[in-house]
């Protein structure tokens, strides 16, 4: 069931309306119920999945409690820890990379293509890490292990964040997620608010966007002169879509009285790389940061390389090379995350890498700076880290875009060397052709100085939508939320109806 299909729109009423009918005691049994409901309508094979995944680490964290109480050995306590996650962790494994797997060992050993094509359930790649999280967090005694199944099953599958995110945290959403919330103006108006705002910028600006960027990709032989732009395109398709789903979903969260983790903070306004992993995606790079990163490099294999390094490299570089070897780990799982391709592994390292380096070159940034008598506070200087942040941020689109490695590198030798911008007039702009294109184009750009001015306004600490529908009149307020409304059937995207990016993952 789509997020931008009628049904959805109607599904999501009657859960809104029953949470509110009903008495409290039994509240969360409905969004649970709806739940249920909401991933049963994909697919009920889906459903097995879903429901080992919350068995599986369930029973693993009530276990571990128990040993815990018991003062069990350590030992026996990590051999659960590690069994638990193993079959989680295993069964996502299986399910999204053993065709990849199976295809490259065919490759090395020149045996014909294995042909292996599993089952890939919606949102697996969400819900396993939420529930493996959850796993660490009770082993680390971060969170008491959750004796109802049911209201963990409701943690794991909470419908509007179940397929696309964001990555819930347990201690911050489970208690939430049990209380019996009251009705609230002021929680369900902004969450209305944020709902339109959501499939603005997905129908009006992201769409728009996927017309031209999918345009280029698809017929590189014509449009290959276009890659620069083509990376925009995407660039801003992608950033609409995804930022677009979390504020469609948390909106929804708010109808219930529930908020959700943000998952985006304004990240082209990003000053380096590692400042854009904290603004992207917030949820994932903070699972990676809390469950990989740390566990990572406080290992005692990890130790042990540190004091190595700081034999050889001295004590500044010594302390460095640890953290961004750890960096390049973290930063590859993120790469297989997004998909079982060479090209997300490239991705993957090339994010890490130019993290790492970073990390490694940043003495010698603070000693040219200096030399250069830049304090790092000029507005030009920052300005100039976010443009030189926008422009790595976009070269990596190449990779994450393309089908395949050789046609990243295909656009990216086409890019600078048969760069023709006058072809973009030649892409026909959804269902009205090419004559249309000069009003798409605009239609983007207004929708980009929009999206912009609102971040910008955020950063400096003005919360727009909240503003507007805490300050404003009521009748006001309904009149904006009347223009949006009538602005997404007015300038929408024409062409074919597209759901979300994230929610394949």
């Not at 603070?366 to 507005?379: D, Q």
Request: proline fraction near 4%; charged fraction near 15%; include cysteine.
């Amino acid at each position: 069931m789509s997020l931008v299909s009628n049904a959805f729109f109607l599904f999501t009423l009657a859960a809104v309306l029953a949470y509110y009918l009903v008495p409290a005691r039994v509240k969360w049994i409905v969004l649970l119920l709806f739940s249920c409901l909401y991933y049963l309508s994909g697919n009920a094979r889906y459903f097995l999945f879903l429901l080992y995944s919350i068995c599986v680490t369930w029973l693993s964290a009530l276990w571990i409690s128990r040993l815990q109480e018991k003062d069990a050995p350590a030992y026996l306590q990590k051999l659960v820890l590690t069994a638990g996650l193993i079959c989680n962790l295993g069964m996502l494994g299986a399910v999204k990379y053993a065709g990849f797997i199976a295809d490259n060992v065919c490759r090395l050993f020149s045996l014909p293509p294995s042909g292996l094509q599993i089952l890939l359930p919606l949102g697996i790649s969400f819900y396993t890490f939420q529930s493996s999280g959850y796993l660490l967090d009770v082993y680390w005694k971060k969170a008491e292990a959750q004796k109802n199944p049911f209201q963990y099953a409701l943690f794991v599958s909470f419908f509007p964040q179940l397929l696309q995110g964001p990555i819930g945290n347990f201690g911050r959403l489970m208690p939430q997620l049990t209380q019996p919330h009251t009705f609230d103006m002021r929680s369900f108006t902004r969450g209305l608010e944020r709902i339109l705002w959501g499939y603005a910028k997905k129908i009006i600006i992201a769409d728009w966007a996927g017309v031209f960027a999918d345009a280029i990709w698809g017929d590189l032989d014509r449009f290959g002169g276009l890659g620069l732009i083509a990376l925009l395109f995407y660039g801003i398709q992608l950033y609409a879509d995804f930022s677009g789903a979390m504020d469609v979903v948390t909106g929804i969260a708010s109808l219930f009285g529930i908020t959700l983790d943000e998952n985006f903070r304004r990240p082209y306004l990003a000053v380096s790389m590692a400042d854009f992993w904290k603004r992207w995606h917030i949820t994932l790079g903070e699972w990676m940061m809390n469950y990989v990163f740390y566990p990572v490099s406080l290992s005692g294999a990890m130790i042990r390389f540190s004091g190595w390094c700081r034999k050889k490299f001295g004590r500044k570089q010594g302390r460095v090379v640890p953290i961004a070897l750890a960096d390049l780990i973290v930063f590859f799982l993120v790469g297989i995350w997004h998909g079982a391709s060479w090209k997300y592994v490239v991705y993957g390292l090339l994010n890490g890498g130019i993290i790492a380096f970073s990390e490694l070159m940043d003495g010698t940034y603070r000693n040219m700076k200096k030399a250069l008598h830049i304090s790092g506070k000029e507005t030009w200087y920052h300005l100039f880290t976010i443009i030189r942040t926008f422009i790595l941020v976009n070269l990596r689109w190449f990779f994450d875009r393309s089908d395949t490695l050789t046609q990243a590198f295909y656009m990216i030798r086409q890019s600078f060397t048969h760069f023709q911008p006058s072809l973009l007039m030649q892409i026909p702009a959804g269902s009205l052709g090419t004559a249309y294109v000069p009003w798409a184009l605009l239609t983007i750009m207004a929708g980009c100085i929009v999206m912009v001015g609102v971040g910008i306004l955020e950063e400096k600490g003005i919360d727009v939508r909240h503003k507007l529908s805490d300050t404003l009149p009521s009748p006001v307020v309904f009149g904006v939320f009347l223009a949006l409304f009538a602005g997404i059937g007015l300038f929408g995207c024409s062409a074919a109806p597209r759901g979300f990016i994230y929610a394949q993952f």
